[in-house]
Nanobody, 116 residues
Framework: QVHLVESGGGLVQPGGSLRLSCAASGFGFSFYDMSWYRQGPGKEREFVARIAMDDRSRDYADSVSGRFTISRDDAKSTVYLQMNSLKPEDTAVYYC?????????WGQGTQVTVSS
């Protein structure tokens, strides 16, 4: 059974940084692309970043490109999201995602609040 557990969220001031982690289990992590999504207050869930298997490519939403970096550690079955130069509009619940066997799997999310 796929299990995704996000951590690392919290309250940070504008301009600050956070590193999110997503620990995965229940599937062959190294064989799958992994993604981060977010859902801000009163907003639809939106794509943030994706990293391909073997780290052969990384894609970012325009709103975070140049500020966020996605990475993975296949030995630890963990995907990370380094977030720098955070803005109030980055406030959201951040979710880890994997699409496997025609099913989109999600973690429980971790709250990121950017405020002074």
């Amino acid at each position: 059974q796929v299990h995704l557990v996000e951590s690392g969220g919290g309250l940070v001031q504008p301009g600050g940084s956070l590193r999110l982690s997503c620990a995965a289990s229940g599937f062959g992590f190294s064989f799958y692309d992994m993604s981060w999504y977010r859902q801000g207050p009163g907003k639809e869930r939106e794509f943030v970043a994706r990293i391909a298997m073997d780290d052969r490519s990384r894609d970012y939403a325009d709103s975070v490109s140049g500020r966020f970096t996605i990475s993975r550690d296949d030995a630890k079955s963990t995907v990370y999201l380094q977030m720098n130069s955070l803005k109030p509009e980055d406030t959201a619940v951040y979710y880890c995602n994997v699409y496997r066997a025609s099913v989109s799997h999600w973690g429980q999310g971790t709250q990121v609040t950017v405020s002074s």
